[in-house]
């Protein structure tokens, strides 16, 4: 997969748009198949295809497509990391990140899990690596996940539809949504990790 050119192609929608159109009626899949793959390898941030797929197939369309390719990617990493632990859990536990999320497992269980999905900013496409290492059900993890990656993916879909319709309001409003809790989090973090990690007995 030539990943520089589909970097190219999110630059240019109109430009995606076309290629996409090209496959027809195939054209769906296609996008869900490159969501997917996005998830899988995450050379990008997921947020850019959630809004790519709301300007090529509208709000409700785009956030199907998005989803699914999402599902389906997720649930391949988190396989590839429950089949491969014994290699991959050294490496990943050097990551910051992994360290943490071990730590808000710990303290938080599966709700530490659930929040980091729907926090934007978060990477959440090595969370899905990094719990596939825990001993967590795969049915509890697509459930979390999913559920966790709906608000999101269905504003960037709305959003995306809004710029192809040239709906400016609703542009606006969701862009200045997403950038105000984007900022509330990353101003915000080390409480929200402090949270988090955190032992629960000792919240009131």
Do not use: H
């Not at 030539?2 to 076309?18: G, M, Q």
């Not at 990493?77 to 990551?95: E, N, V």
């Not at 730590?103 to 999905?117: D, V, W």
């Not at 969370?127 to 996940?145: D, Q």
Request: hydrophobic share 50%; with cysteine.
């Amino acid at each position: 997969m030539d990943f520089s050119r589909w970097w190219a192609l999110l630059r240019n929608p109109e430009a995606l748009r076309t290629w996409v159109e090209g496959f027809g009626a195939l054209g769906p899949l296609v996008f869900i198949f490159l969501q997917a793959l996005q998830v899988v390898f995450a050379p990008l941030p997921g947020e850019i295809t959630g809004f790519v797929a709301g300007y090529l197939f509208g709000a409700f369309w785009g956030f199907l497509y998005a989803m699914v390719g999402i599902v389906i990617g997720a649930s391949v990493a988190f396989g590839l990391a429950r089949k491969f632990r014994k290699i991959m859990a050294p490496r990943l536990s050097r990551s910051p990140y992994f360290r943490r999320l071990e730590r808000f497992m710990q303290r938080r269980g599966l709700l530490a899990a659930f929040i980091c999905y729907l926090f934007p900013g978060f990477p959440k496409d090595y969370l899905n690596y990094f719990l596939g290492l825990f001993p967590i059900p795969f049915k509890v993890f697509l459930i979390l996940m999913t559920v966790g990656r709906v608000p999101g993916t269905l504003a960037l879909a709305i959003q995306g539809d809004s710029l192809y319709e040239r709906d400016w309001f609703t542009f606006t409003l969701l862009g200045g949504l997403s950038l105000a809790l984007f900022l509330i989090f990353y101003l915000k973090r080390e409480a929200f990790y402090q949270y988090l990690g955190n032992d629960s007995s000792r919240v009131s």
